[in-house]
């Protein structure tokens, strides 16, 4: 089986290709959210050396939503193109590291800071949100190594790693038959969505 997968959720995007496990197509690239031409040259270039892939894995974050709704919605208007099916899985269960579980932690904005904790390809615990001086508690009692997919001051024994496709690609394998494709294609929120109600503009007087 052709399976395909898409990573943007953080600074450097990913997309590739594989075949019964073995890679056909990788390639790595800036993901600036304001500029995703890179992803779709890579994307449209393995479409037309390989053609369609059977299945497409998408990675959910946490991370840039701009990115996660990219690839989801890319999955999604491939899928209606061809039979294919499609996939999410948490971004964080692709880290390229070695370890086979440590923690994950970013900035979730807002003064505060996700953690998660992944252990063979599968988060376990969270991910969920702390304050800097909580999490920093919980991290001190952790012997596990400690990962972030961007630059965190806060946390200088954080080493830095980014989630990519194949790995996703290779998780989704892993773990086939555990994953709901009907429901796994939403992205993956660290708080309810705040949304600010427009001002309820006054309207001037009517002079009679």
Do not use: W
């Not at 840039?64 to 964080?92: D, E, K, M, W």
């Not at 370890?99 to 970013?106: A, D």
């Not at 919980?138 to 024994?157: D, G, H, M, V, W």
């Not at 708080?191 to 503009?201: L, V, W």
């Amino acid at each position: 089986m052709k399976t395909m997968a898409f990573e943007l959720s953080s600074a450097q995007g990913s997309i590739a290709l594989l075949e019964n496990g073995a890679v056909l197509f990788e390639r790595t690239f800036p993901n600036d959210r304001k500029h995703s031409g890179l992803f779709f040259e890579n994307l449209r270039f393995s479409l037309q050396q390989f053609g369609a892939p059977e299945a497409i894995v998408v990675g959910l974050g946490p991370g840039s939503y701009a990115g996660v709704r990219i690839a989801i919605a890319t999955a999604i208007g491939l899928r209606a193109a061809g039979r294919t099916t499609v996939v999410g899985l948490p971004s964080i269960c692709a880290l390229e590291v070695e370890s086979s579980e440590h923690c994950v932690i970013g900035d979730a904005r807002r003064q505060s800071f996700f953690f998660a904790r992944v252990k063979d390809g599968r988060v376990i615990e969270g991910p969920d949100l702390h304050p800097a001086s909580e999490l920093e508690a919980k991290l001190r009692n952790l012997a596990l190594p400690i990962y972030s997919t961007e630059p965190l001051p806060q946390f200088p024994q954080s080493i830095r790693a980014f989630s990519v496709a194949r790995k996703l690609a290779e998780r989704a394998r892993e773990q086939a038959g555990e994953i709901d494709d009907t429901r796994s294609l939403e992205p993956i929120y660290l708080r309810e969505p705040h949304i600010t109600q427009p001002k309820t503009a006054r309207m001037p007087a009517i002079n009679k």
